[in-house]
T-cell receptor
Framework: GAGVSQSPRYKVAKRGQDVALRCDPI?????LFWYQQALGQGPEFLTYFQNEAQLDKSGLPSDRFFAERPEGSVSTLKIQRTQQEDSAVYLC??????????????FGPGTRLTVL | AQSVTQPDIHITVSEGASLELRCNYS??????LFWYVQSPGQGLQLLLKYFSGDTLVQGIKGFEAEFKRSQSSFNLRKPSVHWSDAAEYFCAVGPNTGTASKLTFGTGTRLQVTL
């Protein structure tokens, strides 16, 4: 596709349920980022992949959060035992990161997660 | 640690008036700087970016921004606002590493445009 796509666009979960959020980056983009955007706030970094390697997961708020990108393309963000404070929009971004040059990140529309 | 401050939470301007949105950053060196716009229910769209060179950068939709190293600022401007510019605007910084790196965002400025 032409841009970054995310699914589902909306997810409602009961507290304690597990959820999986999917991100399809722009074809050929090496770098993939996940951000969390709470209501009324700016996005906050969660984790970063370069191809299939997870190079930075310093922003994951707890061990209930897990991300993977097994084939270096599609990525999944999984949240186990969801809590109300996990309610947020989860944004995925991809970037064509070639050595020797900076590149901007292209964002998907996000998945709005509501935990009841 | 890098940080971004957008001091104006909410700004209202009349259609046709000029606009300036403020952004100040804290970073040990010259960072990469970005402005994104977010419409309700949408993802972030890049308006413009500064990596190096000319400190006045032009973006899409008639926006421009000026990097001022001495003031650690990267303010966004538009000479004449259109009603369709109403949205949330985010300033972001990233480390100047030459490759893609995580971004740090400000809390955003919500722009309202009156007709």
């Amino acid at each position: 596709g032409a841009g970054v796509s995310q699914s589902p666009r909306y997810k409602v979960a009961k507290r304690g349920q597990d959820v999986a959020l999917r991100c399809d980056p722009i074809s050929g983009h090496v770098s993939l980022f996940w951000y969390q955007q709470a209501l009324g706030q700016g996005p906050e970094f969660l984790t970063y992949f370069q191809n299939e390697a997870q190079l930075d997961k310093s922003g994951l708020p707890s061990d209930r959060f897990f991300a993977e990108r097994p084939e270096g393309s599609v990525s999944t963000l999984k949240i186990q035992r969801t809590q109300q404070e996990d309610s947020a929009v989860y944004l995925c971004a991809s970037s064509l990161a070639l050595a020797g040059g900076p590149h901007e990140q292209f964002f998907g529309p996000g998945t709005r997660l509501t935990v009841l | 640690a890098q940080s971004v401050t957008q001091p104006d939470i909410h700004i209202t301007v009349s259609e046709g008036a000029s606009l300036e949105l403020r952004c100040n950053y804290s970073y040990g060196a010259t960072p990469y700087l970005f402005w994104y716009v977010q419409s309700p229910g949408q993802g972030l769209q890049l308006l413009l970016k500064y990596f190096s060179g000319d400190t006045l950068v032009q973006g899409i939709k008639g926006f421009e921004a000026e990097f001022k190293r001495s003031q650690s600022s990267f303010n966004l401007r538009k000479p004449s606002v259109h009603w369709s510019d109403a949205a949330e605007y985010f300033c972001a910084v990233g480390p100047n590493t030459g490759t893609a790196s995580k971004l740090t965002f400000g809390t955003g400025t919500r722009l309202q445009v009156t007709l």
